[in-house]
């Protein structure tokens, strides 16, 4: 993106665990995937290292056509590469939440969850937060697999949660203001609402003017990104809608 947030004004009231925890996750998953060069344990040959990577993406990575039932858990196979066995297709939906294709893929992301991460957790509490990871996760890879159910291309990154957290941010802490480098350089203080809106703006024009598949030429699930934000909104209003109910403040729920 052309804006890169560096900090929210809100000033968190406690530590947030659960950001962190999932922060450090996520940059565990990717150091220790073979496609990392601290992951000495998986072999040095260029082939052999190919074939490791490619298994790792189809057995950690959420692949549509497995999910929907269309194929088997073997998954599509690169020449030379031993078949793969024994996937749980559940549990490769919530993984891919925690794996990335690369440094700068996961860099990206860390940074939004960097930034919005600790906010949202303070406004609705540790587990909640949790919940709503996991739960906006789920819902972007759905979402990606219901508009091409076919596809056997796997789809990882942790982008459609930290979606799911920006759509949540927009309604719990819509008057936050965000400190944001525009362009890459250019330091501004814009509203929180401004930065994330046009975060889903942008990926709701990629979604609908690109291909909806992680192998076309960007490479990127613009779908997931879409649908994790909406469902991150869908869950803001239903924790804020609660709070109200129940006369308890954001912060104060667990």
């Given amino acids: 993106m052309a804006a890169i947030p560096l900090n929210?004004?809100?000033?968190?009231?406690?530590?947030?665990?659960?950001?962190?925890l999932l922060i450090a996750a996520n940059v565990l998953a990717y150091l220790a995937s073979p496609q990392a060069t601290t992951a000495v344990w998986y072999p040095v040959d260029f082939a052999e290292r190919y074939c490791a990577v490619h298994d790792y993406f189809l057995?950690?990575?959420?692949?549509?056509a497995e999910m929907f039932g269309r194929i088997d858990v073997i998954g599509p196979m690169e020449p030379g590469c031993a078949p793969l066995e024994d996937k749980s297709v559940w549990l490769s939906v919530?993984?891919?939440?925690?794996?990335?294709?690369?440094?700068?893929?996961?860099?990206?992301?860390?940074?939004?969850?960097?930034?919005?991460g600790p906010v949202v957790e303070d406004r609705i509490g540790r587990t909640r937060?949790?919940?709503?990871?996991?739960?906006?996760?789920?819902?972007?890879?759905?979402?990606?697999?219901?508009?091409?159910?076919?596809?056997?291309?796997?789809m990882v990154g942790a982008s459609g949660a930290v979606s799911g957290v920006l759509?949540?941010?927009?309604?719990?802490?819509?008057?936050?203001?965000?400190t944001t480098l525009v362009l890459g350089a250019v330091p501004m203080?814009?509203?929180?609402?401004?930065?994330?809106?046009?975060?889903?703006v942008l990926e709701y024009l990629l979604y609908?003017?690109?291909?909806?598949?992680?192998?076309?030429?960007?490479?990127?699930?613009?779908?997931?990104?879409?649908?994790?934000?909406?469902?991150?909104v869908v869950a803001g209003?239903?924790?804020?809608r609660l709070r109200r109910r129940s006369g308890t403040r954001l912060s104060d729920v667990y």
């Fill in 208 to 232: 609908v003017t690109t291909s909806n598949t992680p192998g076309s030429a960007s490479g990127v699930a613009h779908a997931a990104h879409v649908w994790g934000f909406v469902a991150g």
């Fill in 59 to 64: 057995r950690w990575g959420a692949v549509p």
């Fill in 8 to 20: 929210d004004d809100h000033p968190v009231r406690r530590v947030p665990v659960v950001a962190y």
């Fill in 94 to 116: 919530l993984s891919s939440m925690f794996v990335h294709s690369g440094a700068l893929h996961l860099l990206g992301n860390m940074v939004y969850l960097f930034v919005f």
């Fill in 189 to 200: 203080r814009l509203p929180g609402w401004a930065m994330v809106g046009s975060y889903f």
């Fill in 129 to 154: 937060f949790l919940l709503l990871y996991l739960a906006t996760g789920l819902a972007a890879a759905y979402g990606f697999a219901l508009g091409d159910p076919g596809a056997q291309v796997p």
């Fill in 237 to 240: 209003l239903v924790v804020y």
């Fill in 167 to 178: 759509g949540a941010y927009l309604v719990v802490q819509f008057r936050g203001r965000v």
